[in-house]
Each structure stands twice: as C-alpha cells, then as structure tokens.
C-alpha cells in the first residue's frame, strides 16, 4: 500500500493545529462571504486572496480550499432561506430547500444540505484516493460529441423537472437556451441578439439570470401579498433533521454520491451539471415525484450529495493532466503561482505533500462545516422569522449589491430587475422559472459542443454513431423520449379529466 | 399613517416614491462619489486609490500580473492602489469603461494587444476601441504560443503534421492568437484545416491532450507542464526566436513560414492624460516591474519583460494589426471580420 | 372582470385567489402571444446573422434552431389555452408590484451616480415602511443598519469598490 503513504502524509499536514485553524477561518470566512448573493466560491477565494499573501504556502491553500467549502455552503443557505442561489449547484437546492424553509424546516433543509455534503465529499475522496488513476483517462475520452450527448440528455430530464404544465416546462426551458445564446458566439466570435450592446456581448452572467428569476422574482411575488405578513412567517419547527428525515434521504446521497463523482471528473461542465442529474435521476426514482418542487427532502439531499462528491472528484483532471476543472480551482492554482508553484501533472509526483495536503484539507473542511454548520443552523433558521416586509427588502438591496460587484456594472443591475419582473410574471402565469434557469446552463454547453463535434465531423451528423460513448448517451436521449411519451399515452387513457392539481406558491 | 390590508390608493405610493427620490437627488447633491466605475476626485495626484482594471476574470495569469503591478507600484507612487476586473468582450468592457473616464491618473487599464491587431480581423465592431482613445504608459508582458501536438501523435514534426488531408486544430477561442498563428500557418501551406475554439487554455488543453484535435496553439505557461511530463509534444513555436524554455524547438521563421504572433499587454490610461502624469505613472510602473515579486510570476509563467516606453507600444500595436491584416489577406485566411 | 375572490385560508400561509376558467384561457393565450412574439424577433434576428450549414454553422443557427422551438411550443400553448391550475389573477395588489420596480430602477439610476449610501437608505425605506408597512423605528433602524453593514462589508472588509460619498 506504497500509495497510501503520500495520502496519510497530506493527512498529517492537514491535521497540524496550525494547518487545522486556517481552515477553519476559512470556512468560517468562506461562508459569511458566500451567503452574500453574487459572490459564489470563485469570487470569494478571488476577495480572500490577498489575505493568505504572507502565508506559507500550504496554510495558504488550505485555507483556500476552506474558503472554497465555506462559500459553497453559504450559497445554499441562501438558496434555501431566500431562494436566492449564489451559484449552479445551489440553484437545484433552492428548489426543493427554499420550498422546505416555506413549510418551516428550514433547519431540516439546512441540515440534510450539510450532512449530505459531508457524506458526498467523504465518498469522493475515498474513491479519488483508491480509484483516481483509473478514472483519469476517462475524463480525456470526453470529447465534444460526449458532450453534446450528455447535454442534450440533460436539457431533456431539466424539461420535465417542472411539475406544472408540461408545455410550459418546455417553452421555459426552450426560452432559457434562447437566453443563453445571447452574446458572443461561442465559436466564431460574432456578437449575437445583444442589441449592439458590449454589456451584452458576454451574455447573461448565471448569477444574474438565477437570482433575478428565482429571488427577485421571488421578492417581487412576495410584496404583493406583504400585507398578509401575519400569516406568511412560517414556522422554524425542528432545527435538526430527524431520523426520519435521514432515513429518506439515504438512497439520494447514496446515488448523489455516484452520480457526482463520475460527472465531476468531466472537466468543463461535469461538475455543473450533476446537481441537475441527481435531482432528476431523484425525481424519477421517488415514488412521489409530485412531491419534487414542493419539499421533497430528496431534492435536497440528491444534489447536495452530488455537488459537493463532483467538487472533490473534479480534483481528478487536476491531478492527471494540472487542468483546473472549475473556477474556484482556477483562482486556488492562481494562487499556487503566486506562491512560485506551477501547478501541472507532475505536481502530485513533486509535490506530494502539497498535493494530499490540500486535497485533505479539503476533507477536513468537510468535516469543520458539518461540525461548524449544526449549531449554527438554529441561528440560520431564525432569519426566516423576520417579517417579509423587512427580510425582503434587505435581501434585495444585498443582491442588487452584490450583483454589481461581480462585474462593477449597473447594467447587470437593471438585468437583474429585468429578469426579476420576467420571473414574477411567470409566476403568476403558471411557468415555473427552474426549467428556465437549469436549460440556461446546460444550453451554452450544448450548443458548442454539438458546433465543435460538427466541425470535427466535417457537417457529417452519422459521425456521432462512430464515438461509442456518444452513441451510447444518445440511444439513452431516445430511449428517455420513447418512455416518455409512453409514458405520457398511458396516463392519458386512464384518466379523461385533466390531471393537473392547483398549485399555489 | 393607517395599516390598511388592502391598497387603495396606488397614487399614495407613486408619490411616496417620487417624494423619496427627490429627497435622495437633494441630500447627494454636491457629493462626491468615491469608488464604482466613474468615480471622480478633487486635489493633486494620486488624492484616491489608483484604479487597476483587469480585463478578465479572477485568478488568470494577466490579474495575477496586474495585482502584482498594483502592489508594487503602490510603493513608489506615495498612494494606494487596487485591482478591479471587469471581464467581457475580449477587454472592450473595461476599456470602455476606462477610457470614458477622466485622464486623471486614477484609472488605468492593462489591455491586450489581441483587442487591437486580432480582434477587427474576426468580428465586426461598429465601435472599436481606437489606439486615439487610449494614453499608454508603459509596455508589460510578452506571451508567446507554442504548436504542440499529444505525446501519441504520428506526427513527429511540421513537415508530417502539413502533409495531411485534413487537420482540425485547437484554439483558445476566437479572437485569439493562437487563432491566427494556427489560421495563417495552415493558410500558408493550403492544408484543409478546420479550427475548433474551446472556451480558453484549461478545455484546449483536455482537447489536444485527449486527441479531439490534432493539434492547438497555446501559451507556454499552459502547456510547458506537460510537455516537461511528456503528455504533449511541441512542433514549433510563433515566436520570433526560440524560447529559452523550450531550446530545441524552432520556430516558424526558421522553418520556411514566416508567421510572428504573439500576445502582448501594456498599461494604459484614457486619451489626453497630461505628460507629467505619464510620467509619473510610467516611473512608477517601471520600479514595479523591477520588482522581485512581479519578476518571480512572469518567470513562473513563461512570460516575458516588454520594456516599452509610451511611443513604442502604439507603434507595435498599429505595426502588428497591419502585418496580421496584410498577412491573412494574402493568403485568402478568413476569419470572419470585415477588415 | 369581476372582484378578485380571495379565499384567506387560515391552515395555509398564502392566499388562493380563485380563478375562472376564462380568466385563466385568457391570460394563456395572452402568455403564449409573448412567447410567440419572442420566439418571432429571435427567429428574425438569428436569420440575419447567417444560418451557414452544418459544417460551418454560422452565429444564428443555434438561436434560430431553439427559436424554432419556441415558437413550435408557443402554438402548442395557444391550442391547449385551458386552465392548468397554476394561472393567478393580476390583482389591484399587483401595483405594488409596479411601485417596486419603478424604485428599484430608480435605485440603480442613483446608485453610480451619487454613491449606494443615500438611495439604500431610501429604497430600504420606502419599502419597509412604504411597502410593508413596518412600523418608522423598525424602518429607520434597518434601513440606516444595512447601510452600515453593506459599507463595513463590502468597502472595508472585503476592499469591493462601490460607489460611495462617506469615506474614512
């Protein structure tokens, strides 16, 4: 067991009291930082920097990595108390969280969030430690027509998440590929439906399409009934998550835990996606699916599970080919070279105390925010007693903040209205914004990587059928659509009424 | 005021809002705004922190650069500095927004020369950033590019790799130059070449790696890991002499293709800051780039010093955009601009 | 259009206002009209940015494939305009609604111009007090509270340069 020792070293690193005290100032830092809206993980760390200047080089990155955690937490507890998710993963949670916290378990969502990112970190580590080379060349096989196949898979499980009207799901999610393809081309450069605007000419930042569309859409919903306040301050009911509670959610971290470490070690857009498909492959393994959208502790815990095994297992590209997979990598190996270390693959054979040091303090962060996290929830949970009149507008104001600082542009400040007007509106019509805000992630990818495949195909669309793995992934799609609609044919013979139920809220 | 449950007068409200807003536009008059993207300041130079803007996200090689600068610079400039990105459009977002302000000294901006000699060959702009709305003041970094094909390729050298039927390169995206040292290499020799941008270095890098493409075009600092890990192979490189990294590999001059491109970054200020100011700044900048810290990352990352004094940084730019223009048009590369 | 019926029910903590299945047709097909609309001008300006072929797809293949869609799915909602259950009546409530992102827009107007100090203070205001009908201690407090707070946090904490007029 020659390569246990480097691990068990790292683990020595991570474990020294003054290693272990970085950490946790960073986690406490990360989470205070991430719980302001607009400032995800990658920001965070980017703000934080300069603080680990004068450190040595280890401290530095552990601490980093903790920061990374603590800001990844922060944002579901955003997510959850305001639906006002800070990034990709905790847009999934805000689903189901946001609609827990409504019914007063807040605290349970809170909990089962931090228990399953735990159970999904410790997973994925263990897996990195014994399984990482083999894996690694897999992450290299995932080439444009990969991609496409699995982005079209997921656009079509993010089309019937929704649990109103089908059409309506489909026209959000179609509108939020509409909405991704603002900007430049993804290939050629051109700028597209922007309306000649440079502010434009990026496209649409995530950050602003989902906190515009879910929490000021949100907001804008909830001052409308803000005289009703008596009856909208739900109960903070149990803090904790009950035994009944993690019984529920053993089978979605167990999955989440699978489904996360495989897509994390994707680079470009594994990572992203696996909270959507473990909150999809939840959906359809539940046997009330009606439930998702509507508190269902598994669409917390699936995607939960699933982000945070895929933020461990994306360190996998990192360690065989020093490719960061996420931005939060990228800022951490920034800060790697400023500290005169190349980050490369040779890192782990140079470096292996560096290496194992910060994968385990990334562990060890796990561990700090699960500890750190339960007492802290029955604080969290309070915030959901403050009257809406007054949380509102301060959640607001804090987003338009923080929305600017994330490109100093009041532009994406009228965006965010734009998009928060847009999100009411379609509250009030019966289109539910999540379709619209999953497809939009999924749609950047989807689009330049079907262009690239084509381009390497020369226009030919039979060459998907020559890449296995495609292929596969594809007959998948078709299989998914066939069910479906058999499906759909079956429900429909058996019931003439229309079976939709009303769903208020 | 009655607590009423349902609003029955709406106007009460427009009239609260217009009455608020009036009270916020009285009690700022006459203030002064520190700070956002257009602050403004009164008193002798520097009377606020100095304004680096970083036209990309966090974390790249060009913000560590800048932060480094801005750090450094603070010490010989008797004031504060700080970074502040603003990412989008290849540099056009901050640019914009730097050169609108007042030539005061305050802000400034570290652009690449991709914005002005690549960027009009591939996308239309209406309104570019002209070299007239920009004051510079002092040349930075050069970054070269380096051809590398995967360890396994069959293809050993430049020759093998232009006796092809059909190549698919890899870049870091369209506008870059990687782009066109790759365009106007293959456009040369007539190989049908199909170019595949990935969304910057880390996706161009899994790519050629996991032989989605043939080949791609990068900098040193992406690729000098694996080619020192012997996961990639280097063919050529675009600049005009060999690297002192990479001794063995020539370069596209020598080996019959005469194609030059680099990526450059210089410190600029808005169009009409007064010359002591330019020279306060670039003194200042030029202390900094002296710096231990500062010179420690660029070595780290395979870049180089460009000592460029104000005079010479137009004249490369203009010089580079016209060579590259030139360039493509004569060997019928299409990149999908006008000019 | 008749009165809103609003049912407060006291076990649930939102209001159900009841709509009619005309109402609800109503407002489908005037949703599904957006969405046609949207899906239209996408189509139109993706067509002008050049279609190309799959080989070399051009700029406006995507948006025009997806506004496709759109408006494939648009036409769809048209035909099945029947109530779905989740329609809700625009109520005299909704001009609040108006007043807020009249403010808020007014916000981000002021917010470069004069500094975030002064119109957080009054949008905070003008909803907490305005809006939600908080009691004026209530609203001063957290009003002139988050200001602060926003300033030690972003400015002094974190070194995130907002505009503002009170330096230290």
């Known amino acids: 067991m020659d390569f246990l020792t480097p691990v068990l070293e790292g683990f020595g690193v991570a474990l020294q009291p003054m290693n272990l005290l970085f950490c946790l100032i960073g986690v406490t830092l990360g989470m205070f930082v991430g719980v302001l809206p607009g400032l995800g993980p990658a920001a965070s760390i980017a703000i934080l920097l300069p603080i680990t200047y004068n450190f040595d080089e280890t401290a530095a990155i552990i601490m980093l990595a903790g920061i990374f955690y603590g800001a990844l937490y922060g944002g579901t507890i955003t997510a959850v108390l305001l639906r006002l998710p800070g990034e990709a993963s905790s847009a999934v949670t805000a689903l189901d969280g946001y609609a827990m916290a409504r019914d007063g378990r807040a605290g349970t969502a809170l909990g089962i969030a931090a228990i399953s990112s735990f159970i999904g970190g410790t997973v994925a580590i263990i897996a990195l430690t014994f399984i990482a080379p083999v894996v690694a060349g897999f992450a290299l096989d995932f080439g444009p027509p990969e991609f496409t196949a699995l982005a079209l898979l997921g656009i079509l499980m993010v089309a019937t998440l929704g649990s109103g009207s089908a059409v309506k799901s489909v026209v959000a999610a179609a509108l939020g590929l509409l909405l991704a393809s603002i900007g430049q081309d993804p290939l050629i450069g051109t700028g597209r439906l922007n309306f000649g605007s440079d502010q434009l000419f990026d496209g649409i930042p995530f950050v602003i399409v989902a906190m515009g569309l879910f929490g000021v859409g949100e907001i804008l919903y909830n001052m409308e009934s803000v005289r009703n306040a008596r009856a909208k301050i739900p109960d903070v009911g ?29 680079p470009g857009g594994g990572a992203v996606m696996s909270s959507m498909v473990s909150y999809a492959v939840e959906k359809r393994v539940s046997r009330k699916p009606r439930l998702f959208g509507k508190g269902a502790i598994q669409g917390v815990a699936g995607p939960e599970t699933a982000s945070n095994a895929a933020a461990s297992s994306s360190m996998i590209p990192l360690l065989s080919l020093g490719i960061p997979a996420n931005a939060s990598m990228a800022v951490i190996f920034g800060a790697l070279l400023l500290q005169g270390i190349t980050p490369g693959p040779l890192l782990v054979e140079d470096r292996p105390d560096l290496f194992w040091g910060v994968v385990n ?15 802290l929830i029955g604080l969290f949970v309070r915030i959901v007693r403050i009257p809406v009149g007054v949380l509102a507008p301060v959640a607001l104001i804090i987003t338009l903040v923080g929305v600017y600082t994330v490109r100093m542009s009041v532009f994406d400040m009228f965006l965010m209205i734009a998009l928060g007007v847009a999100g009411y509106l379609m509250k009030k019509t019966g289109f539910e914004p999540a379709p619209l805000v999953l497809a939009f992630i999924l749609g950047g990818i989807l689009e330049s990587a079907f262009r690239r495949s084509m381009r390497t195909f020369d226009g030919q669309l039979t060459g998907f059928l020559g890449e296995p793995i495609a292929a596969t992934l594809l007959a998948a799609t078709v299989g998914l659509i066939v069910f479906t609609i058999l499906k759909a044919l079956r429900a429909k013979r058996a019931k003439h009424q229309p079976t939709n139920e009303t769903t208020p809220v | 005021m009655l607590i009423s449950h349902h609003l029955r007068r709406p106007a009460r409200l427009g009239r609260l809002t217009g009455t ?164 106007l290499l293959f456009g040369f020799t007539d190989v049908p070449a199909a170019d595949i941008p990935f969304d910057g270095g880390g996706p161009t890098m899994t790519a050629v790696l996991g032989g989605q493409v043939d080949v791609a075009a990068l900098h040193p600092a992406e690729v000098m890991p694996q080619i020192e890990a012997g996961g990639l192979r280097p063919i050529i490189v675009f600049s005009d002499e060999r690297l002192d990294a990479l001794p063995d590999t020539p370069t596209a001059v020598e080996s019959g293709y005469d194609v030059v491109v680099d990526q450059r970054r210089f410190l600029a200020a808005p169009a009409g800051l007064p010359d002591k100011l330019v020279d306060r700044l670039g003194a200042a900048a030029d202390k900094a780039t002296v710096d231990n810290e500062y010179e420690t990352i660029l070595e780290n990352n395979y870049i180089r010093q460009w000592n460029a004094e104000s005079a010479e940084v137009e004249s490369q730019l203009s010089e580079s955009r016209q060579r590259y223009a030139t360039l493509s048009r004569e060997l019928g590369v299409d990149l999908g601009g006008q000019s | 259009m008749s009165a809103p019926e609003t049912r407060d029910n006291k076990d649930d903590d939102v209001p159900v206002i009841e709509v009619s299945a005309r109402y609800a047709r109503r407002q489908n097909v005037v949703a599904a009209l957006v969405v046609l609309l949207i899906g239209g001008v996408a189509a139109a300006l993706s067509a002008r940015l050049g279609v190309g072929n799959l080989a070399e797809p051009g700029p406006g293949l995507w948006p025009l494939a997806v506004s496709v869609v759109i408006i494939a799915f648009a036409a769809v909602l048209l035909l099945q305009s029947r109530q779905q259950g989740d329609e809700q009546r625009f109520t005299r409530e909704s001009l609040i609604v108006v007043v807020a992102v009249g403010s808020l827009i007014g916000y981000a107007l002021l917010f470069e111009r004069i500094g975030f100090e002064v119109p957080t203070i009054a949008l905070l205001l003008l909803w907490i007090r305005g809006l939600g009908r908080q009691p004026w201690l209530t609203s001063i407090t957290v009003s002139v509270g988050s200001c602060a707070v926003i300033y030690v946090l972003f400015i002094s904490a974190l070194g995130v340069q907002l505009p503002h007029i009170v330096a230290f």
């Open chain 1, 238 to 266: 149990r803090v904790y998550p009950s035994r009944a509670d993690l019984r529920q959610s053993r089978g979605a971290m167990s999955r989440g835990s699978v489904v996360g470490f495989v897509l994390g070690v994707l």
């Open chain 2, 20 to 183: 608020a807003l009036a009270c916020t536009a009285l009690l700022a008059t006459g203030c002064t705004v520190y700070g956002g993207s257009n602050g403004t300041g009164t008193g002798e130079f520097p009377n606020r922190p100095v304004e680096f803007t970083v036209p990309t996200e966090p974390g790249g090689s060009s913000d560590l650069v800048t932060r480094a600068l801005a750090r450094s610079t603070e010490e010989h400039l008797d004031g504060t500095t700080i970074v502040v990105n603003k990412p989008g459009a290849n540099g056009k977002v901050a640019g914009n927004s730097v050169f609108r302000s007042e030539p005061d000294g305050h802000r400034v901006a570290v652009m690449p020369q991709s914005l002005f000699s690549i960027g009009p060959l591939v996308v239309d702009d209406p309104e570019p950033i002209e070299l007239s709305d920009m004051t510079f003041i002092k040349g930075l970094t050069i970054e070269d590019y380096v051809l590398v094909v995967p360890a396994g390729s069959p293809h050993r050298d430049l020759d093998d790799l232009l006796g092809q039927d059909r190549l698919n390169y890899g870049t870091a995206g369209a506008g870059t130059g990687g782009q066109l040292a790759q365009a």
């Open chain 1, 361 to 375: 303090s990334m562990y060890l962060g796990n561990i700090l925010l699960v500890l750190m996290c339960l007492p």
